[in-house]
């Protein structure tokens, strides 16, 4: 879904911008904004979606983009164009483990095609799917930036690198 297909409703400027979210996520989202000059709030888009995003258990709502937009005072289609280009940002519920297998070209030639019909035989669930219990989500990227380490996958925060199905059941087996 893309920023077009959002309906323009959005959260009313307000004056109390605690309102908006817990005391915990709006700390967090200033001390992004302090790292930019007065007036330049708005360059914390990315840093405030994701604090957002992982505060509601990975993925934004619409409602949750607009708040931002009020939160860092800019038009809400600003952040629904930073929301829907970036592969980081989810729109719709993930699994407990967002599983991220780079496609591109290292990790192709490497065999993440071969490794991404594993896991898809493995999980019962094919690429954008969540398992049926909530626990995995596949998502097929664009570069994560470890060609050398080709083909790999991220969870969460941490990089798998030299794959093979082997050591892809036994991370996947290994996590809660």
Request: hydrophobic share 35%; with cysteine.
């Amino acid at each position: 879904m893309g920023f077009k297909n959002l309906p323009m409703t959005t959260v009313k400027p307000t004056e109390n911008k605690e309102q908006l979210f817990s005391a915990e996520v709006r700390a967090e989202i200033d001390t992004w904004v302090a790292k930019y000059p007065e007036g330049w709030q708005q360059s914390a888009v990315m840093a405030a979606l994701r604090i957002v995003q992982d505060d509601n258990g990975g993925y934004l709502t619409q409602e949750l983009m607009d708040k931002v937009a009020a939160y860092l005072d800019m038009p809400p289609i600003s952040v629904y164009e930073v929301a829907t280009f970036y592969s980081m940002y989810e729109r719709n519920k993930v699994g407990k483990h967002k599983v991220c297998v780079c496609t591109n070209v290292s990790c192709m030639i490497n065999g993440s095609d071969k490794l991404v019909d594993h896991m898809e035989k493995k999980l019962g669930i094919t690429l954008g799917q969540t398992t049926e219990d909530g626990k995995f989500t596949l998502k097929e990227v664009e570069c994560l930036g470890a060609c050398g380490g080709a083909p790999m996958f991220q969870i969460g925060t941490k990089y798998y690198e030299n794959l093979t199905p082997e050591l892809v059941d036994s991370i996947l087996d290994g996590l809660e």
